[in-house]
């Protein structure tokens, strides 16, 4: 049974920078896998963020940014906002007759 | 402005079945590509079902196959998924999610979603 996996939870200071990971358990992600990236606040419907990778929605602002790094796909937040503080969560395609899986999500703490 | 409505959840016994529906509203609702998406209380996100602007094909979730069915009707602009034989394990807000125009943009434009619980 394949698995993508993001760290549980992650800390970053206001003004600073962090990378949240997605990996697959088929192995390294690639961008065949089209990353797509999401934030979900508390008693909200998810919004996405990212989509194929590194390509931003109309209303993603500039200090959020998609790349693949280290067999991983990554979503950066540069510059972080108290407001970032959130659920993130990553979505990869595999084909085939179950083509799309979340990741388990990750909880980012703004302190 | 895209707007998508669920509704149709409730309270099931485990072993019934439900169908939901999502009326869609604000774009051509025939161009786009949509899905189901879960999420079970205090737990992440689930994918269950994906269907093509045409009707098909249609994709399932491994946990949901042969017992859910997504299917749409583009001329009422409305997303629908039959859940039959349904388990405690079910019980979630679904939403109804659209993909977007972009290459591999998914889950572009999300409802608020309809809370299913399953139990005795």
């Known amino acids: 049974q394949t698995v993508v996996t993001q760290e549980p939870s992650l800390t970053v200071s206001p003004g600073g920078t962090v990378t949240l990971t997605c990996a697959s358990s088929t192995g390294a992600v690639t961008s065949g896998y089209f990353p797509n990236w999401f934030q979900q606040k508390p008693g909200q419907a998810p919004r996405a963020l990212i989509y194929n990778t590194n390509n931003r929605h109309s209303w993603t602002p500039a200090r959020f940014s998609g790349s693949l790094l280290g067999g991983k796909a990554a979503l950066t937040l540069s510059g972080v906002l108290p407001e970032d503080e959130a659920e993130y969560y990553c979505?990869?395609?595999?084909?085939?007759?179950?083509?799309?899986?979340f990741g388990g999500g990750t909880k980012l703490i703004v302190l | 402005e895209v707007q998508l409505v669920e509704s149709g959840g409730g309270l099931v016994q485990p072993g019934g079945s439900l169908t939901l529906s999502c009326a869609a509203s604000?774009?051509?609702?025939?161009?786009?590509?949509m899905n189901w998406v879960r999420q079970a209380p205090g737990k992440g996100l689930e994918w269950v079902s994906h269907i093509m602007s045409t009707g098909s094909p249609r994709h399932y979730a491994g946990s949901v196959e042969g017992r859910f069915t997504i299917y749409r009707d583009n001329a009422g602009n409305s997303l629908y998924l039959q859940m039959n034989r349904l388990r405690v394990e079910d019980t979630a807000i679904y939403y109804c999610v659209r993909d977007g125009a972009g290459y591999q943009s998914r889950g572009e434009d999300w409802g608020r979603g309809t809370l299913v619980a399953v139990s005795s």
């Open positions: 604000g774009f051509t609702f025939s161009d786009y590509e």
């Open positions: 979505l990869l395609y595999y084909g085939g007759v179950q083509p799309w899986l």
